[in-house]
């Protein structure tokens, strides 16, 4: 049975969408359909159905879904054990999208430096679905934002960071307040469906600030990227994805006291892997000291 096929059916179900499946896979919208076609004849079994805009798995879908991600992760560690001779297999880290050109070369630098027979395995997405995924022991361990949930008792955390909000501004704006940009400037804002954007919203309405809102977005790096082009202000987590800014934007501390945002690690304790995420868990504290 062709692994690649499986694949295709897993992210379908778990995105309840052909067409973002195909996007995560780079793909097709109908190459992923034909490949769940050809798996269903194989199997003799319809194995999704559609459901107004949205796809879900059949009862032998269902049934079919965690054996399917279970032979998935067992082929991927095949492979790693036959290229590399380590018996460990593949190693799964999950990335939040904005750390995936910050937090995630600077760990890896010097961790895969010292592990040169290494496989790994990186994949991205919301804080909480990797949360859910380490949980569920879909992935070894993951940088993600602290959740607003408690952690499964089979997993730790170890925060790396605490990021306090700070306004950025284009630098033509240095010296002014920080309160005074957030009313009268264009405001570029974070995602309140986000958890960071919920931290900028609760700022806002404890300080009474409604600004002049020009764009909503959930992405930090391009948030920067338009208040570097000038196109407004914004605030926003004191992040390391903005730390290497130099002469784009200025950052103006706020009058009062803020929302913290925790970036840090969570791993599963009881997994295959637990020595490698340790180790991980190990570098990317000196790194972050």
């Known amino acids: 049975m062709n692994t690649e096929y499986l694949e295709s059916f897993v992210k379908v179900v778990e995105y309840k969408s052909i067409a973002e499946a195909a996007r995560r896979l780079n793909m097709t919208p109908g190459a992923v359909a034909a490949r769940v076609r050809t798996l269903e004849e194989e199997l003799a079994c319809a194995l999704i159905q559609r459901s107004g805009q949205t796809v879900k798995p059949t009862e032998a879908g269902l049934r ?84 607003p949930f408690a952690i499964n008792k089979t997993c730790e955390w170890l925060t790396l960071q605490e990021e306090p909000l700070i306004v950025i501004a284009p630098p033509q704006y240095a010296g002014r307040d920080a309160h005074d940009l957030l009313l009268n400037e264009p405001f570029i804002r974070y995602d309140r469906a986000a958890h960071s954007g919920k931290l900028v919203d609760r700022y806002l309405k404890d300080n009474h600030i409604v600004p002049r809102q020009r764009i909503e977005i959930d992405s930090l790096l391009t948030i920067v990227s338009l208040v570097e082009r000038g196109v407004g202000v914004s605030l926003v987590p004191d992040s390391f994805s903005i730390w290497y800014q130099k002469t784009g934007i200025v950052k103006i501390p706020l009058p009062e006291r803020t929302p913290i945002r925790r970036i840090g690690l969570i791993w599963d304790k009881q997994g295959p892997r637990v020595a490698l995420a340790q180790a991980l868990v190990e570098h990317a504290s000196k790194v972050f000291s």
Request: hydrophobic fraction near 45%.
């Open 64 to 147: 079919v879904f965690d054996r399917a991600k279970a032979l998935i992760q067992n082929a991927r560690d095949l492979q790693a054990v036959a290229s590399t001779g380590t018996l460990a297999g593949e190693f799964k880290l999950g990335v939040f999208p904005s750390a995936l050109t910050t937090h995630l070369p600077v760990v890896l630098e010097g961790f895969c430096s010292t592990h040169s027979e290494l496989s790994l395995y990186i994949a991205y997405g919301v804080s909480a679905e990797l949360c859910r995924k380490v949980h569920a022991g879909q992935l070894d361990i993951a940088i993600v934002i602290e959740p």
